[in-house]
């Protein structure tokens, strides 16, 4: 590792040695389906839960060292074919110069949230990522030496209507219909919002890639809130101008990162986010594979989408389970994953029997 003052610098990687994560972003074949969970870093594993407890969450989040571990903890354990680096969507707020606090049992919290379009004086206008993010990028660099080039590493950020939707709500919330009100109410200070998340978002995600991201994930976690005309409106113009807008700028430096988004619950906009400059995209439980596979239209390629509830089933029902979701997407530009996070009360044995199940399945689809 190359140590400068104490930094560990974004240059003379490892060579990686699992490509199929990466193979299957760009539709070529792989020997097995790749396969990575959402949430892999999280409450159901014992370690985690252990080197967490009694450390705020966001100062964990602002140590690279701390990242690192947890990133790496999962894959000590399953043979996961991608690692994402330990972080939150919420630290754009933040940089934004808003107040995010993890309070127990409650989830993210925010004590001021935006209420009106004059807060958006409050937002820093211009944000200096390397200034305010400059800690996850340290943590990118730094688990990409430690990774050790066992698999690619995965970074990600919100996207712009899921992070509005939290600075407004103030936290999680069912019917998000504060941060709609503003969509009805306010379009164009929504607009002005979006936009600004939208700048941030894209330097954001280029600071991750120049710190050693091998491929990004932009999370809409709250798709499902809007209906496909709100869609149009106020999500999808601006997760196509962050790919766009990464895409050039990487393409003047000739590198290749591939873009993955996550749309939760818009099965609506599918054949949009198709058309959207990623390539591929992520599905929910919702959406039947093969109807996915039709909508598509062979554009893209797939990630997802087993109900993280399956994982409660026995270890031979998930085999079952994983068999016929290999068998609706094909083995070809395939990512298997969960359709959303796992939850913190799931056996990680559970989780392994999972991941082999893929593993077993598609090599052996793959050999028919
Ligand atoms: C493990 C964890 C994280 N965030 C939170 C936790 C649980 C709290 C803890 O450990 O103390 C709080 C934490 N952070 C958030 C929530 C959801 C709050 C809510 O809406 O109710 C919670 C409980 C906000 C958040 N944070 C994230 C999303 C998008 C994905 C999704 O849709 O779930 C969202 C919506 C992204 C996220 N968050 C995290 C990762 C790490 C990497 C991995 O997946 O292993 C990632 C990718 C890490």
């Known amino acids: 590792i190359m140590e400068n003052d104490g930094l560990i610098l974004p240059k003379d990687f490892p060579k990686l040695k699992n490509d199929a994560f990466l193979r299957a972003c760009h539709g070529q074949e792989t020997n097995h389906v790749p396969v990575w969970c959402m949430r892999q870093a999280g409450r159901y594993l014992p370690e985690f839960r252990e ?81 305010e993010l400059g800690y996850v990028f340290k943590a990118i660099t730094l688990t990409r030496h430690k990774l050790d080039g066992k698999v690619p590493l995965i ?73 496909p005309v709100e869609f149009q409106e106020f999500s999808l113009p601006y997760l196509r101008d962050i790919a766009r807008k990464v895409k050039d700028q990487l393409k003047e430096s000739g590198q290749d990162v591939p873009m993955i988004v996550f749309a939760k619950d818009g099965h609506y906009g599918l054949e949009d986010l198709s058309q959207s400059h990623y390539e591929v995209v992520g599905l929910d439980w919702t959406i039947d594979p093969r109807s996915a596979r039709e909508r598509t239209g062979g554009k893209v390629s797939l990630q997802g989408n087993m109900d993280p509830c399956a994982l409660y ?21 395939y990512i298997a994953n969960l359709g959303h996070g796992l939850y913190p009360d799931m056996d990680p044995e559970n989780v392994g029997a999972f991941v082999e199940a893929v593993h077993t399945h598609s090599r052996h689809l793959n050999l028919k």
């Open 51 to 131: 080197f967490r407890a009694g450390k705020d969450f966001f100062e964990t989040c602002r140590s690279p060292a701390a990242c690192c571990e947890l990133t790496l903890q999962p894959l000590r354990r399953f043979p996961f074919d991608a690692a994402i680096i330990f972080s939150d969507i919420l630290v754009i707020p933040q940089a934004m110069g808003m107040d995010v606090q993890m309070v127990a049992g409650k989830g993210p919290t925010f004590p001021e949230p935006l209420k009106e379009p004059e807060d958006l004086l409050l937002l820093q206008p211009k944000v200096d990522v390397n200034k």
């Open 155 to 227: 970074g990600f950020t919100g996207a712009p209507w899921t992070l509005m939707a939290y600075m407004i709500e103030g936290g999680g919330s069912t019917t998000h219909s504060k941060a709609k009100r503003w969509l009805y109410r306010h379009p164009e200070a929504s607009h002005k919002l979006l936009k600004m998340l939208t700048d941030v978002i894209v330097e954001y995600l280029l600071g991750q890639v120049a710190a050693g991201a091998q491929a990004l994930q932009v999370f809409e976690s709250h798709a499902g809130c809007l209906g």
């Open 313 to 333: 089933a026995p270890k031979e029902r998930i085999s079952e389970i994983v068999k016929k979701m290999l068998e609706g997407f094909g083995t070809r530009g």
